[in-house]
């Protein structure tokens, strides 16, 4: 009844979804922040030109979707995505 | 995990169904996370109705809907059958204006709700309107259910409800929605007046009992579960007579419950219980109580047989 999350020290799990995302998205530039299982991340790439908001975040969550999967998946929530064009 | 064409089907069923959708953590009376509240606070706002889906209540469809949306968080906003966004999305556009185009709708027409405000409420309200120099009497209710009666400047969406002669009572779209069937009393007590407010449309919370409170329930056998939530190791040191202790099957048990079964939950010093006891209400226990310091305030006030530790 407890939420379990993977205690792996936030910046290890940080540097993991920037990892992820630089493999789908080699140009882009990742902030990401957060810990205890909760991230924000704002990613910059030239991917997301001519994209709508939606279809830019899917291109971020499709990228991450391996650290999110099942209940005890290490990351519990991005609190905030954003994307942007350089 | 791939869709199967069964699941598919359905929640094309739903999307197609109703203007908007939205598919959250709870209910839009009672989110469970913080992001579907957010989201229901903005659409609450917007339009009079919309549609709901509780994703914990169908773990198929919380599932489904992830690779349905090729999104994989919560809550999922839909309209005209096409996914909107999530809550990042949501409040980007709302924050833009954007949204009432991006889900079709017109500007809302809400309902007004139905506000009881017996006789000494609105004299009280009726006073302090004497000196309240052009502006109107609001309320508030927040999608936590806090409550804000205040006077105010008047909005153009506001809707306005004639609570008694010559006495009107201004509300945001959403309060409106979560306001319908209040009663507003004024009672006086020994440290002065105050407004109270009986909401029928509030979510159930934890009710605090104190040890008396609880020798009474157990003596008029009052049916209910005592929930002892402390660990094994604790039990050895001392324990109520009739308390069960919180394991999986326990567990288990309750959900498989009617949800308007007596749960009282307990500890040492009812802190621990605390936590317990709001997990159970956000299952929908609508009667679940609290033992007011725990096993130790029981020892004191009760039953001086059981051991302090």
Redesign the interface.
């Known amino acids: 009844?407890s939420h379990h999350h993977h205690d792996a020290p936030a910046g290890d799990m940080c540097a993991a979804l920037r990892a992820s995302i630089l493999t789908a998205l080699p140009d882009a530039q990742v902030e990401a922040t957060g810990g205890g299982g909760h991230y924000t991340l704002v990613v910059t790439s030239t991917a997301f030109a001519g994209k709508g908001?939606?279809d830019s975040?899917?291109l971020v969550?499709?990228a991450i979707?391996h650290l999110?999967?099942g209940d005890n998946a290490p990351v519990h929530?991005?609190d905030?995505?954003?994307t942007r064009t350089p | 995990m791939a869709l199967s064409e069964a699941l598919r089907a359905h929640l094309r069923s739903i999307v197609d169904a109703h203007h908007v959708v939205l598919f959250m953590k709870g209910t839009r009376l009672s989110p469970q996370c913080g992001f579907s509240a957010t989201v229901v606070g903005i659409l609450d706002a917007m339009l009079p109705a919309y549609h709901t889906v509780d994703v914990l209540a169908d773990p198929a469809v919380r599932d489904g809907l992830k690779d349905f949306s090729e999104w994989p968080t919560f809550p999922q906003l839909y309209a005209r059958g096409a996914f909107v966004g999530g809550a990042d999305i949501v409040k980007e556009l709302h924050a833009r204006g954007e949204l009432q185009a991006a889900l079709g709708v017109a500007e809302a027409t809400v309902k007004a709700p139905a506000l009881h405000v017996t006789a000494k409420a609105a004299a009280v309200f009726r006073e302090a309107a004497a000196d309240a120099d052009g502006l109107v009497l609001r309320l508030e209710v927040s999608s936590g259910f806090r409550y804000d009666l205040s006077f105010g400047d008047a909005t153009p969406l506001d809707v306005v409800v004639t609570v008694a002669d010559g006495l009107r009572m201004y509300l945001d779209p959403g309060s409106a929605y979560r306001a319908d069937g209040t009663t507003i009393d004024y009672v006086v007590g020994a440290q002065g007046g105050g407004f109270t407010l009986s909401n029928p449309n509030e979510p159930a919370k934890v009710k605090q009992l104190s040890p008396l409170q609880l020798e009474a329930m157990l003596k008029e056998g009052k049916p209910l579960t005592l929930v002892d939530v402390r660990t094994t190791t604790e039990r050895d040191l001392a324990v109520i007579e009739g308390s069960r202790l919180l394991d999986a099957a326990l567990e288990h048990e309750l959900l498989a419950m009617d949800r308007g079964a007596a749960l009282v939950f307990q500890c040492h010093h009812g802190v621990r219980s605390l936590a317990a006891a709001e997990h159970f209400v956000g299952h929908g226990f609508r009667e679940v109580y609290n033992l007011q310091g725990g096993i130790d305030g029981w020892s004191v006030t009760v039953d001086p047989d059981v051991p302090r530790y």
């Open positions: 009844m908001m939606v975040q899917r969550y499709g979707a999110m999967k929530a991005i905030s995505l954003r």
